[in-house]
């Protein structure tokens, strides 16, 4: 839409006064513009019907004439009932109003009359909730009329004016604004008929061919900025080009402790290919839990330390930033590779430290959390980046990461396998790599859901594969006894195991612990010093000790279905048998399928596929984090296609030269700085 529109305050439609005005702004509608995008979600169908058509409790629009007289009956002051009898097509129907004592004088034997309301089949009743007479000028009859989400003074009618009024005194000003050659290939209406349509169809299916044009739309724009972002990274080739050495690299891989899978191989390949080019790297790493991500990360890591930059990987917990610190530094040491911990526990003395050793480059490589690449930590030759189970990182934190004057690159590493749709919103500026087979010898996990009375047999369970040598981690998801949620909580039940299990050593972990104690736990269970562990979700997602076999998840109705895999995903990552057994006696439908879900399959992407299902797309990444965009009409689910052609469109055209210097993309690549992804550099 041509910018002026959105300039234009919404007081220039005539009938908006400054009162309403404010109103309006609460709705987020501030300019002309914005009123014209705000699209209704439904249509009310006030469409002629016959009436033995009509099934009994549905909504319908008939006309009919006034047959008898109307009876009324006050009930208080202000409310009432009346009823009339009405001649619809063949049909004698008795016709109810509510507070509607006003018409009575109106409703004359034979006038005719057009009545919307519920229809009882078996009584022949209509409970009126409209009523129009015939032939007023601009009547809502034998038109489908928009439903907009309204709220404070603003009525669903006196919008349905303004925006009307609207169409009519600036609808011409309505530009096109998608490329003409998209438009001639899916014949879409030009925007200025599919914006007036989509607020006034005549008909469903015009209004369906109007939606199609402005959800492509909608896909279009957001996949422009990725796909000019990702395509700018390219040509920009101001990233680093490290001097991978790469002899240097396949002797490293020969001293891992195991062989490296092919898909392992293969995403090691695509890395250091884009580390040696000059071109950014912005990649994302997906692989269900257990597929050997970090491995991957850490040869990346060496490769980058060996060619003379520093490396820092950025995890969402500390337990997290400690294993990873941990683990890296052991494979790390023979080659006198110096590896620190950054995290928000460090004390002060500690973290200048750190920080002083980073700016100097005595430190290689730093592992911590979120608040790593940002503040007042400086880098001396910051080379990588990766990010692990940073799932909810944006296009444009990606962008603002680059515009620090840092252009390290940047690898992102999820293991909440996501769906087709969502990697295409989410990450569609990044290429993907995905690791498609687990380390050999890995045995699917077995599965249980079963009720509370099992918990005996379950414990006797967990003694035996400890006898056997293995550990046992039991999820609760409390921590304390809570008065309000009659579920387990861990520090009683840890309680219980200690007294029950006297030969073994039980171990606690929350997050209301101190780092030091978390990290004295986790490294006493990563040693098999502690046997159970019993613990909330601070272990969700990375924590690795292949020793354990069993997970116990209580109440594990609880928990969404991509948490419980990944809590799953802390067993079955060694060569033994693993099993989980879940806990729970759910009572609603979604309840029970998330458990069926969970024993039938142990792959990550079909459990995303269906937790997206059960939950839709707005919540699958945990509400506002997500980095998804929101579609005023577009719907990820049931538009994806639209969206794979439109981030197919997208790509296509941002690789033309054209598209950078011709008049014809001019408003595009305006639209492209505004957005912040583009310099002004392209616009003239
Ligand atoms: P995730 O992808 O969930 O982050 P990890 O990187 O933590 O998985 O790896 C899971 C476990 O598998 C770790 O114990 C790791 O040492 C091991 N592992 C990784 N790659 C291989 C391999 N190629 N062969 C055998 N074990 C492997
Ligand atoms: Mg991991």
Redesign the pocket.
């Known amino acids: 839409m041509s910018m002026d529109l959105y300039v234009k305050p919404v007081r220039e439609v005539h009938g908006i006064g400054p009162q309403k005005a404010e109103d309006l702004s609460a709705l987020g509608i501030s300019s002309v513009g914005g009123l014209l995008d705000y699209f209704p979600f439904r249509y009310e169908d006030y469409r002629l019907r016959d009436l033995a058509e009509v099934k009994d409790g549905e909504k319908v629009t008939v006309e009919g004439k006034i047959y008898g007289e109307p009876v009324m009956q006050m009930m208080g002051r202000t409310k009432s009932r009346m009823t009339c009898r009405v001649m619809v097509d063949s049909f004698l129907v008795s016709t109810v109003w509510f507070n509607r004592h006003f018409l009575k004088d109106k409703l004359r034997p034979g006038t005719e009359i057009v009545l919307t309301g519920k229809w009882d089949s078996r009584r022949l009743q209509l409970t009126v909730s409209e009523s129009e007479f015939p032939g007023k000028a601009d009547g809502r009859t034998g038109t489908l009329q928009p439903v907009y989400s309204v709220g404070g003074s603003i009525t669903l009618s006196w919008l349905r004016r303004m925006i009307g009024q609207a169409l009519k005194q600036f609808g011409a000003m309505i530009e096109e604004n998608l490329p003409k050659e998209l438009c001639t290939q899916y014949d879409f209406m030009a925007r200025r008929q599919a914006i007036a349509l989509l607020h006034q169809p005549g008909s469903l299916e015009e209004g369906a061919r109007a939606r199609k044009r402005i959800v492509y739309e909608e896909f279009f724009f957001f996949q422009l900025k990725m796909q000019a972002y990702r395509a700018l990274t390219r040509k920009r080739a101001d990233g680093i080009a490290h001097p991978v050495d790469l002899p240097a690299v396949r002797a490293f891989v020969k001293t891992?402790?195991?062989?490296?899978?092919d898909s392992?191989l293969k995403v090691i390949a695509e890395i250091l290919e884009d580390l040696q080019a000059p071109a950014c790297m912005n990649r994302l790493l997906q692989?269900?839990?257990?597929?050997?991500?970090?491995?991957?990360a850490a040869v990346a890591l060496y490769a980058v330390v060996k060619a003379g930059g520093q490396g820092a990987l950025m995890v969402p917990t500390e337990i997290l930033a400690e294993q990873h610190r941990r683990?890296l530094a052991k494979l790390f040491e023979p080659y006198g590779i110096q590896v620190s911990l950054l995290t928000g526990s460090l004390t002060a003395r500690e973290r200048r430290e750190t920080l002083a050793s980073l700016q100097m480059g005595m430190t290689d490589i730093v592992v911590g959390t979120h608040a790593l690449i940002q503040d007042d930590i400086f880098f001396r030759n910051l080379g990588l980046v990766v990010t692990?189970e940073q799932h909810r990182f944006g296009v444009n934190q990606r962008a603002v990461l680059r515009r620090k004057g840092m252009n390290p690159d940047i690898l992102s590493?999820t293991?909440t396998p996501i769906p087709r749709t969502l990697a295409i919103t989410a990450f569609g500026d990044l290429d993907v790599s995905t690791?498609q087979e687990l380390?050999?010898?890995r045995l699917p996990i077995d599965t249980y859901s079963v009720g509370h009375h099992m918990l005996e047999r379950i414990m006797a369970f967990i003694a035996k594969e400890v006898d056997k040598g293995r550990q046992a981690y039991i999820i609760c998801p409390l921590i304390e006894e809570s008065e309000k949620l009659d579920v387990q909580n861990a520090l009683d039940l840890h309680a219980e195991l200690t007294h029950s299990f006297p030969r073994l050593k039980v171990g606690l972990l929350h997050g209301r612990m101190v780092p030091a104690e978390k990290d004295a736990v986790m490294a006493d269970f990563a040693e098999n010093r502690v046997q159970v562990l019993v613990s909330t979700t601070v272990i969700e997602v990375?924590v690795?000790v292949?020793n354990a076999t069993v997970m116990v998840i209580y109440d594990a109705d609880r928990f969404g279905l991509s948490q419980l895999h990944q809590l799953r995903?802390r067993v079955g990552?060694?060569e033994h048998q693993s099993y989980c057994i879940l806990i729970a006696e759910p009572k609603s439908e979604t309840g029970k399928e998330r458990l069926r879900a969970m024993t039938e399959t142990n792959d990550g992407f079909e459990i995303a596929r269906k937790d997206l299902e059960l939950r839709g797309p707005g919540d699958f990444f945990g509400t506002k984090q997500s980095g998804l965009p929101e579609f005023k009409v577009a719907d990820l689910m049931a538009d994806f296609e639209v969206l794979e052609n439109a981030r197919d469109d997208a790509a296509a055209l941002v690789s033309r030269s054209d598209f950078w210097t011709g008049a014809d993309y001019l408003e595009l690549r305006r639209f492209l700085e505004r957005e912040g992804i583009l310099g002004g550099e392209w616009l003239d």
């Open positions: 891992l402790p195991f062989r490296l899978t392992q692989g269900d839990v257990g597929s050997g991500k970090t491995v991957v683990s692990d590493m293991a690791l380390p050999k010898g990375g690795d292949p995903g990552r060694g």
